[in-house]
């Protein structure tokens, strides 16, 4: 992927979190939408809220402060605008095919809920019985 193509690419992610439960999970590697499996936030210190509306700028700073992170094999770039709050999450994700392993890194992590690519739903995190 070209720079210009790049800079296009996080134009759209932008404008994706600008409408209430809106998002996108990208493979840092090539920008392709990921679009099986869970997602599952696994880097909590990376994990970012904005209040607001998120820019083209915000992205890229987040990007460059997450980079370590990214380029870690099987990570995804995420974002979230929670229809409630407005709020919009920026996280590092791992997708996986299993539900049980999904839910397993959830619980490690202390995340609320995994991304379904499948059905295009949150699912909230089970706790063991």
Same mark, same amino acid.
């Given at each position: 992927? @070209?720079?210009? /193509?790049?800079?296009?690419? *996080?134009?759209?992610?932008? %404008? &994706? =979190?600008?409408? !209430? ?33 998120? @820019?083209?700028? /915000?992205?890229?700073?987040? *990007?460059?402060?997450?980079? %370590? &992170? =990214?380029?870690? !094999? ?56």
């Amino acid at each position: 992927m @070209t720079l210009i /193509d790049w800079s296009a690419r *996080i134009s759209a992610m932008a %404008d &994706a =979190l600008s409408v !209430p439960d809106g998002g996108f999970s990208v493979d840092p590697s090539d920008g392709s939408d990921v679009c099986a499996g869970y997602a599952v936030a696994v880097h909590p210190e990376h994990e970012h809220v904005f209040d607001g509306r998120v @820019t083209s700028n /915000d992205l890229h700073e987040y *990007i460059a402060r997450a980079k %370590d &992170a =990214l380029t870690l !094999p099987g990570r995804v770039l995420g974002g979230w605008c929670d229809p409630d709050t407005g709020r919009v999450y920026l996280d590092v994700s791992i997708v996986t095919v299993d539900l049980s392993e999904a839910m397993m890194l959830a619980r490690a992590t202390a995340q609320v809920a995994i991304f379904d690519f499948s059905a295009m739903v949150s699912v909230p995190v089970a706790v063991p019985a």
